[in-house]
């Protein structure tokens, strides 16, 4: 969902584009040794701790780190024995780099042997809706008969989102108790990880013997009859019953587009710069025209003091309208700056139709510690939910995304999305999460 590249000038074709937003995003790194960092974590026993060399990758830090060293180290201070939760773990092989399998074997493997996490129940991903079924099948049931089930889960956002939508699927019992999920964050962009870690960079390995969690903020997006689902590169789509779940972004306008545009195996194998490939395809057209203006009526849930109001913006077009539960989109993009991990408030940010240059301006400002909502023409504001009735007559323009899955509506269509009260898995926070120690 990162979209700061300057214009390409010869964009000719959909292939050209590609090519040079590459070369420029290629052409402004520089090569840096592989760092090397240090983890440490209290084994589930409690009487030592484990410290863990790794080294970031030599050819590519978003590749997941190399294990250099494992050794153990006594505590003065033993902790009691952490309790006990049915541990699954599941390997996401689509997510991200594919490096889900080799990430297992050469660097969770021994840190598990080491910390003492023994589990048979490891689940790999063979398909889009591997994890929708295992949470059909077992987690499901497991949370609902009350069962603690601790799940390590290494993928992006998109795994998150599978879990939410699989564990909401049915109706939750009084004894349901909702999994604590370890996020490892394998995906592309990772939101819901850097936005509760911000700054982490090791993996998510420090939380895996963690004994602290917090519920997960979400929400329910309730789309307008006919709204489908796009699998397959959109190649085909689902009914999905309306309401889908999410924990970190649903938007409309460009943004939407762009995760919609970029979610192809040509562009995934770009790893993060996709997003910046199909936002030049997005913000500067092959005419030379403006960036589409998307025409549509959108409002928004307001709390006050008595009792939460809609409230229409007066604009009929726009071009970037999404709402976020969390801070960043990826490791350095800030989308809603005043976002607290895990806080749980919603937040708007909305801006009108401009040209691709400013568009990419106020993009860019985000990556300054989310000065973008400091501008003038940026709407940023907490709100309760929103409301977004679309007035367009090509489906291009009405895919709406919900935590990196892309919805269409029908024609007149709309979606809704609210807050949830309650919450259905709890994260499992390690470093630089210290606010969640107060809960
Ligand atoms: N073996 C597999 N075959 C086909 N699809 C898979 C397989 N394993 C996972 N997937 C799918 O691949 C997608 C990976 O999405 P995920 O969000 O985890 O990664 P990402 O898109 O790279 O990261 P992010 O959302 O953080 O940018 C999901 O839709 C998932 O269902």
Not at 51 to 71: G, T, W, Y
Not at 198 to 224: C, D, I, Q, V
Not at 345 to 364: E, K, Q
Not at 370 to 380: A, W
């Amino acid at each position: 969902m990162d979209i700061c590249v300057d214009r390409a000038t010869d964009s000719d074709s959909a292939e050209i584009n590609v090519t040079m937003a590459e070369k420029e995003v290629k052409s402004t790194e520089q090569p840096q040794a592989p760092k090397e960092f240090t983890i440490k974590l209290p084994s589930l026993y409690g009487q030592f701790d484990i410290v863990a060399q790794l080294q970031e990758n030599e050819e590519d830090a978003a590749h997941p780190p190399r294990l250099l060293n494992i050794s153990k180290m006594l505590r003065d201070d033993p902790l009691p024995a952490a309790s006990s939760r049915e541990t699954h773990i599941i390997l996401s092989t689509g997510s991200g780099h594919q490096k889900a399998n080799s990430f297992y074997s050469d660097v969770l493997s021994p840190i598990f042997e080491a910390t003492g996490i023994t589990s048979t129940n490891l689940h790999t991903t063979k398909s889009e809706s591997s994890i929708l079924d295992l949470t059909r099948d077992i987690f499901f049931p497991a949370a609902n008969s009350a069962i603690p089930l601790r799940i390590i889960l290494a993928s992006g956002d998109g795994g998150m989102v599978d879990l939410i939508n699989g564990l909401l699927a049915l109706p939750h019992s009084p004894s349901y108790i909702p999994p604590d999920i370890v996020l490892l964050p394998l995906g592309t962009a990772n939101a819901l990880y850097h936005s509760t870690h911000p700054g982490a960079n090791t993996w998510g390995l420090s939380a895996l013997t963690s004994r602290t969690s917090k519920p997960l903020p979400t929400y329910t997006a309730t789309f307008s009859p006919g709204s489908r689902l796009l699998v397959d590169e959109a190649r085909s789509s689902l009914d999905f019953g309306q309401a889908l779940h999410g924990a970190v972004v649903v938007s409309w306008g460009m943004h939407a587009s762009l995760v919609a545009d970029s979610d192809s195996a040509t562009y995934r194998q770009h790893g993060i710069a996709r997003f910046k490939m199909a936002a030049q395809e997005a913000l500067y057209p092959s005419d030379a025209s403006l960036p589409h203006a998307y025409r549509g009526s959108v409002s928004v849930l307001r709390s006050s003091s008595e009792h939460p109001t809609w409230v229409e913006i007066h604009d009929t077009v726009h071009l970037y309208v999404l709402a976020t539960l969390v801070s960043h989109l990826e490791r350095t993009f800030c989308i809603s700056p005043s976002s607290a991990p895990l806080g749980g408030d919603m937040y708007l940010v909305h801006f009108g139709p401009t040209t691709g240059d400013d568009a990419m301006r106020i993009m860019g400002l985000a990556y300054q510690a989310g000065k973008h909502v400091d501008d003038e023409n940026v709407r940023y504001e907490k709100i309760e939910g929103i409301r977004i009735a679309m007035h367009e007559a090509d489906e291009r323009w009405r895919r709406v995304c919900v935590d990196g899955k892309i919805v269409r509506v029908e024609e007149g269509g709309w979606v809704e999305v609210r807050k949830r009260e309650r919450g259905v898995v709890n994260l499992v926070l390690g470093e630089l999460s210290t606010s969640a120690q107060t809960f």
